[in-house]
């Protein structure tokens, strides 16, 4: 049986043990007569066909799609989560979408309307239209925007209306979101996901593409500058890497090619906003914002705040800078105001609305409070502010004397039923409630829905996946988003890896992929050896081994060697994200870099952790511990950080680019010198020494280059000139501080008289001078004179970092409270 | 009255602040019983950037930013007030109180701008104590002018004044339970009182003259920045009608009392506030009002009621 045919037969047979369970919901997929909906005639065939076994390559395939574009989502206080994507889209047609998207375009009019009437003259609070209470009690309500000297007409560019369907199939609007609606990022990447894992399916439905409506958006806010600007600047504003939906955040900028930044990449002066870009300030007239309005300005809103610009406020009250949405648009999405949209609508616009909201009770008005302490059993009690509170686990008496005490801080809301999709979920598809976002955007002088959505399916009011939204065509002719006239974006990449904040990511991108790459190489010269130990035990080789995993512990901190189990100390050093040095660790800091960064970047960066990711889950899941499944991973771990040497090939050679080279080739520098001052400043007799040493130049790519130069006789001497002073091995100090310097020197910052560019060319000059005869020279059991030239290396490099840090990367102090640091009396008016 | 008004701030740093931006609150509003004259804000050392403009409440309000490296900051807000003492009519003052309240009579003239003052703000929330305390002068029908005073009359009993009792950030319910405070807790307070019960009301920031004349008391708060409340007692002849109290000294407000602005609570009317970037660890803050009595104007002609 078929995925359809199996869902269909489910949905429509009454069961014997659920009648009567649940609601009774509209199916997005399945009639009542046991048929596809009209909307899934076109593609019934392929659909129909499609079977467990389909859907199960499809859900593997989108699973390992979504991991290699490294899409993530977080709920408040948990770690990033892999973003969840169902194969079966929502298919909406030409004839149902229709009167949606008029209701949508109608309500964002409204909506903006609302906003432009509560910031100025506030004519429906006075003529009684909507209770003053709703505005004034809703933390939304941003009073420092509300003056006569601040006039925004159009402070409502993007909007998203959340919907659900009653039973009978009618949408019905939860609620709206006017501060930073987040998704559309999420709902491209469903797109292009599933229109490669499904390319017949999507071929055949004839949908419309999402592209000109990113075009659109992109012009929208161009246009959105204040005066006549011939190029304004337009930056995408980020609470940061940790937030929720950074992924969401990062694919906007990305896609429409502005940066990412954060409050800390931005200031103000002279009432224009301003970005650091090396030392220079650079105007932005545009900033698209996720950060919510109380957290955007600690001067005027939250003084507490790290993630706004101190004067934000002041430049959009002057109009030097325009905020999208303004700063005062959150009051929109009070679910108060839904009870009183209809007349609203009315007065604002002079029209019936079109789109009906869910069936709400403000308590702050008497006869609304009457209607929800009458029906508390089927009404959803909830908080006009949006806070989380769970409301439904209180007494009833409880609930009560709360509406009491503080009517206008709640609402009651009918329970809808939602409509149902089917869900893949252990093998089969089951049906599972779904809302629908849209997005609206002013465009020109009228507002276009998005034609098309994001679908999450819910459970207990949480999300637990979604769906990517099909809208047909009526007629193939018409272009997609209804948009002929919008231009093809041109220049999609943000050309900006300028703010101090990026370098310092793209430094430690390139000092974590390189320590990553190192150690990898490390264990797996350090496993062969110890397996070929293992197989044919001799003298010299536990010695030998012990001198090795001493260099690991150096490099990767000390581990589990006491247990006496190689292999469990090869996969701490390989899984142990809490290990600092471990790889797992380096991994772990080198996405987060990335994550800062993610609009910089080709999406292939994601894949590399799709595969390291994938080679630790074998390692770890493995229940027989076999020794080669360590070398194996560390092997697969090691191409997937190899790939990223592919991606930073291909990137434009601006700072950010010198940036990583210069993180990269300062690590490499340490590492070699770490590894050569574990292994080589000991003498331990001459096989002992040339096992170690055959291990060190396997774990620095370097034993073939040896074998050429000095036919296969491994002696001190040779290995350090390879690896300390010549210049033509990229895996040697040499080289790579020459690549550093080169590095240094072409950005912007650079001097060629800056601490750091002294610093190397000391060391640079240093090491021409040393002489390998000298180093090796031999006293006792050691190489007194090449233990100190590396212990002064580590010194020095550590000193490049330093410099780097301070001349590159800082952005100067955070804003505090004028009041933060006084220690003496506080004016406390008396 | 006529006053020569002086309120200096002055912040000093261990170390260079680089960037300062600040909001101020400081120059009093022009009012039927007050006229302001010749009055400016100065800033040392000298703002890249400021701008004055009228926040919601209809404030003065003064922004700026000094972008030169400054190890010391002094903001002050200097000029000349002429205030009368403000009069209420009798009528307002005999309503019942209960009829005063725009939450639950949001039809009344005027009652849709003054709910704004009657729910819970950022530092005035409605703590049980507070409505329990307040009910006994809010007894049934009584008249509004007559209810308030009593609760006025009440706070300045059962508290003290007790500078070491509080911090700018003290909350209501911490008054209550020391029993002490000073005129913004006591501002605060009475706020909670009254909104609690749904009267609207607001925070009044300001000043106290300095030296009392002759043959009357020195007030407690002069030498400072001064708070107390004012009550909503309803639309008459076209305009909104407030009762003023300084629960403080347990009066009315008179000529010895100067408006500067009025909010919600001290959080909307800070005298000063801002943001400063600095490596800076320490730094302390010096805060001088001196409200000076000036012979009567001159020129009469433009003499308030």
């Known amino acids: ?830 | 009255m006529r006053y020569a008004v002086r309120h200096t701030t002055t912040y000093t740093y261990d170390a260079p602040v680089s960037d300062s931006l600040g909001v101020a609150h400081l120059v009093p509003r022009s009012l039927p019983w007050q006229r302001v004259s010749s009055y400016d804000v100065t800033v040392t050392p000298t703002p890249g950037d400021r701008t004055a403009d009228v926040d919601y409440y209809g404030n003065h309000v003064t922004y700026f930013q000094v972008t030169e490296p400054h190890e010391r900051l002094v903001v002050e807000g200097a000029g000349e007030v002429d205030v009368a003492a403000p009069v209420v009519p009798p009528a307002p003052l005999a309503a019942p109180w209960e009829t005063l309240r725009p939450l639950l009579v949001p039809g009344a003239p005027r009652a849709w701008a003054a709910t704004d003052l009657a729910l819970p703000s950022a530092q005035v929330d409605h703590p049980a104590g507070a409505v329990e305390y307040a009910a006994r002068s809010l007894t049934a029908r009584r008249p509004v002018g007559e209810a308030v005073t009593d609760l006025m009359h009440r706070v300045h009993a059962d508290f003290d004044y007790d500078k070491t009792a509080t911090t700018v950030t003290s909350t209501v319910e911490h008054t209550f339970e020391r029993r002490a405070g000073v005129c913004q807790d006591f501002a605060h307070l009475m706020l909670a009182c009254l909104r609690s019960h749904g009267l609207a009301a607001r925070y009044v920031s300001g000043y106290l003259a300095t030296q009392p004349p002759p043959g009357k008391p020195r007030l407690v708060g002069a030498d400072a920045s001064h708070a107390w409340v004012e009550v909503w007692l309803g639309e008459h002849d076209g305009a909104d009608t407030w009762l003023a109290l300084d629960p403080t000294n347990d009066q009315a407000v008179g000529d010895r009392h100067v408006t500067v602005a009025w909010g919600r609570d001290y959080g909307d009317v800070p005298p000063l506030k801002g943001v400063i970037y600095t490596e800076a660890k320490r730094s302390t803050m010096q805060v001088s009002v001196d409200v000076a009595p000036l012979p009567p104007d001159p020129d009469p002609t433009g003499d308030p009621s």
């Open chain 1, 1 to 830: 049986m078929t995925v359809l045919r199996e869902y269909a037969a489910g949905v429509t047979q009454p069961t014997l043990d659920g009648a009567g369970g649940g609601p009774v919901r509209y199916d997005e997929v399945v009639g009542p007569d046991g048929a596809l909906r009209t909307s899934w005639k076109g593609m019934a065939e392929l659909a129909v066909a499609l079977t467990p076994a389909d859907l199960r390559r499809v859900d593997d395939d989108i699973v390992r799609a979504l991991a290699d574009d490294g899409v993530t989502y977080s709920r408040p206080g948990e770690r990033a989560g892999a973003w969840r994507l169902d194969p079966l889209p929502v298919v909406i047609d030409a004839a149902q979408w229709a009167p949606l998207e008029v209701g949508l375009a109608q309500r964002a009019e409204l909506l903006n309307a609302v906003l432009a009437d509560l910031y100025g003259p506030q004519r429906l609070l006075a003529d009684g239209v909507l209770p003053s209470a709703v505005v004034h009690g809703h933390p939304g309500f941003v009073r420092v925007v509300a003056r006569s000297s601040t006039h925004d007409p159009r402070p409502l560019v993007l909007s998203a209306t959340d919907l659900g369907r009653d039973d009978r199939g009618e949408w019905r609007v939860l609620a709206d979101r006017a501060q930073a609606p987040s998704g559309l990022g999420y709902a491209m990447e469903n797109r292009r996901v599933l229109s490669r894992v499904m390319p017949e399916l999507y071929r055949e439905a004839g949908l419309h593409r999402m592209e000109p409506f990113f075009s659109a958006l992109r012009s929208a806010l161009l246009q959105s500058a204040p005066g006549d600007l011939a190029d304004p600047r337009v930056v995408v504003l980020s609470p940061g890497s940790q937030s929720e939906t950074a992924y969401d955040q990062a694919f906007i900028a990305s896609a429409l090619g502005f940066p990412l930044v954060q409050g800390s990449d931005l200031v103000v002066r002279e009432g224009w906003v301003q970005m650091r870009v090396f030392g220079r300030l650079e105007r932005v007239d545009v900033i698209l914002r996720r950060v919510d309005a109380t957290w955007s300005d600690p001067l005027e809103l939250r003084g507490d705040s790290q993630l706004g610009v101190a004067g934000l406020v002041e430049a959009t009250r002057r109009g030097r800078v325009r905020v999208v949405n303004g700063l005062g648009a959150g009051v929109l999405e009070n679910p108060a105001l839904l009870p009183y949209l209809p007349a609203i609508c009315e007065r604002l616009l002079g029209e019936e609305l079109r789109l009906p909201s869910l069936p709400t009770w403000w308590c702050g008005d008497a006869d609304g409070l009457e209607h929800v302490l009458d029906h508390l059993d089927t009404l959803q009690v909830r908080r006009v502010d949006g806070a989380a509170v769970d409301l439904s686990g209180l007494r009833r008496d409880t609930l009560v004397a709360m509406l009491v005490a503080e009517p206008h801080r709640f609402v009651g809301q009918q329970r809808l039923p939602l409509s149902q999709s089917p869900t893949w979920e252990n093998g089969r598809s089951v049906p599972r409630p779904l809302t629908l976002r849209t997005f609206t955007l002013r465009y020109g002088s009228a507002y276009r829905p998005l034609v098309g959505g994001l679908a999450s399916l819910v459970e207990d009011g949480l999300s637990i996946g979604s769906k990517d939204v099909w809208v047909l065509k009526g007629d193939p002719v018409v272009p997609d988003q209804g948009l002929a006239e919008v231009l093809p974006m041109t220049n999609t990449r943000a050309s900006t890896g300028t703010v101090p904040r990026i370098l310092e990511d793209m430094f430690w991108f390139g000092r974590y992929a390189e320590r990553a790459e190192d150690l990898l190489r490390l264990v797996l010269a350090v496993h062969a050896q110890a397996d070929d130990y293992r197989n044919r035990p001799r003298s010299t080789g536990a010695a030998g081994l012990e001198v090795l995993l001493g260099a690991i512990t150096r490099l990767a901190g000390p581990g589990l060697r006491a247990a006496g189990d190689l292999d469990a100390e090869f996969r701490s050093v390989l899984l142990d994200a809490r290990r600092v040095g471990s790889v797992s660790h380096a991994l772990d800091g080198l996405r987060s870099a990335l994550a800062g960064v993610r609009d910089q970047l080709s999406l292939d960066v994601w894949r590399a952790f799709g595969t390291t990711d994938r080679a630790a889950q074998v390692l770890e899941s493995g229940s027989v511990h076999h020794s080669h499944q360590v070398a194996e991973s560390a092997g697969r771990m090691l191409t997937g950080i190899l790939s990223l040497q592919g991606v930073t090939a291909s990137m434009i050679r601006d700072p950010g680019w010198r940036m990583i080279g210069v993180g990269r080739y300062l690590e490499r520098s340490l590492q070699v010198v770490h590894l050569l001052a574990a292994t080589t400043t000991v003498r331990r007799g001459l096989d002992v020494d040339r096992e170690v040493l055959n291990s060190v130049l396997a774990a620095t790519e370097s034993a073939v280059t040896h074998r050429r130069r000095y036919r296969g006789s491994v002696r001190p001497g040779g290995v350090l000139e390879l690896l300390l002073t010549d210049r033509d091995n990229p895996r040697s100090l040499g080289f790579s501080l020459a690549q550093v310097a080169e590095h240094l020197a072409a950005l912007p910052a650079s001097t060629g008289s800056t601490r750091p560019e002294r610093v190397v060319a000391d060391l640079v000059a240093e090491l021409a001078e040393t002489d390998i005869a000298t180093l090796v020279a031999i006293g006792g059991e050691s190489r007194p004179n090449l233990e100190v030239f590396l212990a002064r290396c580590v010194t020095q490099l550590t000193r490049i970092a330093d410099g780097v840090a301070e001349v590159h990367l800082t952005t100067g102090p955070a804003p505090r409270p004028l009041a933060a640091l006084v220690t003496s009396l506080e004016a406390v008016p008396s």
